[in-house]
């Protein structure tokens, strides 16, 4: 059985390769290359894969889950320049995959083990990225 919670957050960031010139930054990222950030309003679904307890009814507790991603995700990432403020991506360039990677990681780090987890992150309404782990 698998449960989610939808939580969103606004960040800015800007997609560039310290080692690549302007012209090559441009050409692959585009406009999310563009020197001084832009902002996205991500929606993070995280999916938690588990059984029904008998005692509860509940895979896991919505309100507790909810609490975990306001502390440990919107109180870190929302309204942040995740280039300059998050030191999760000093090294990692703040990509989809990464801030997923980041944040499964962390929450994964929270959550009991007996469960399964999965985030995906939309970062607009058409793209979508989804880390499970592997
Ligand atoms: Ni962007």
């Not at 059985?1 to 957050?9: G, I, N, S």
């Not at 996205?40 to 895979?59: K, P, Q």
Request: charged share 30%; glycine share 4%; with cysteine.
């Amino acid at each position: 059985m698998k449960v989610c919670r939808r939580e969103t957050f606004n960040a800015a960031h800007r997609l560039f390769n310290a080692h690549w010139s302007d012209e090559k930054n441009m050409e692959v990222f585009g406009k999310c290359s563009n020197p001084n950030f832009h902002g996205h309003n991500y929606v993070l679904e995280t999916w938690i894969d588990g059984e029904i307890d008998e005692e509860t009814g509940y895979v896991i507790d919505l309100k507790k889950l909810k609490d975990l991603i306001r502390d440990e995700i919107s109180e870190r990432f929302d309204h942040r320049n995740l280039n300059l403020d998050c030191v999760e991506f000093e090294k990692l360039k703040p990509s989809a995959e990464n801030i997923a990677f980041v944040i499964w990681n962390i929450l994964r780090e929270k959550l009991d083990a007996k469960y399964g987890l999965s985030v995906r992150l939309w970062e607009t309404e058409n793209n979508v990225v989804e880390y499970s782990g592997q």
